[in-house]
């Protein structure tokens, strides 16, 4: 019996191999988009699946301003920054935000799903949120995927 035949294949950047993926969140929940966005991003719905590893793949969310949100958060929910000065403690609802710069929301959302490391970070720049229906990524060939067949 050869030993290495049952040993643990672990990925690496070199034999890793990620894919761009189009979702639109038009009437999408927030949330739950959220966590699949962070399940792709992570790139645990593959079979090579290596946790110190960006194995994830590309995500390119459109139409984040139709984003959804349940009951009365986007009143009531709030974002909290501040500014570096006494006193510059901000406050900011979703409402606001959407007005201002509606990626911003879905951003904020699908960080705080992901690791809070470098990998977290790097892992983040494989996400392009637009508030509209275009994008520059069309080069690219993105596949379109429906947010509702995700698991």
Not at 35 to 41: E, G, P, Q
Not at 56 to 63: A, E, K, L, P
Not at 82 to 109: H, I, N
Not at 112 to 121: F, I, T, V
């Amino acid at each position: 019996m050869n030993t290495l035949s049952y040993k643990t294949i672990s990925a690496n950047v070199a034999t890793v191999h990620k894919n761009w993926v189009l979702l639109d969140a038009d009437g999408a929940t927030l949330g739950r988009l959220a966590s699949k966005v962070a399940f792709l991003l992570r790139g645990k719905h593959k079979v090579d699946y290596t946790p110190h590893v960006d194995c994830g793949d590309n995500v390119i969310i459109i139409n984040a301003e139709k984003v959804v949100l349940k009951g009365k958060k986007m009143t009531d929910k709030e974002y909290i920054r501040y500014t570096g000065y006494p006193g510059g403690q901000r406050f900011s609802t979703p409402l606001e935000l959407l007005a201002k710069k509606p990626e911003s929301v879905l951003e904020k959302a699908i960080k705080g799903m992901l690791p809070k490391n470098k990998l977290g970070a790097e892992l983040f720049r494989n996400l392009h949120v637009y508030a509209g229906n275009e994008h520059p990524h069309e080069a690219q060939k993105p596949q379109l995927l429906n947010i509702n067949e995700l698991k």
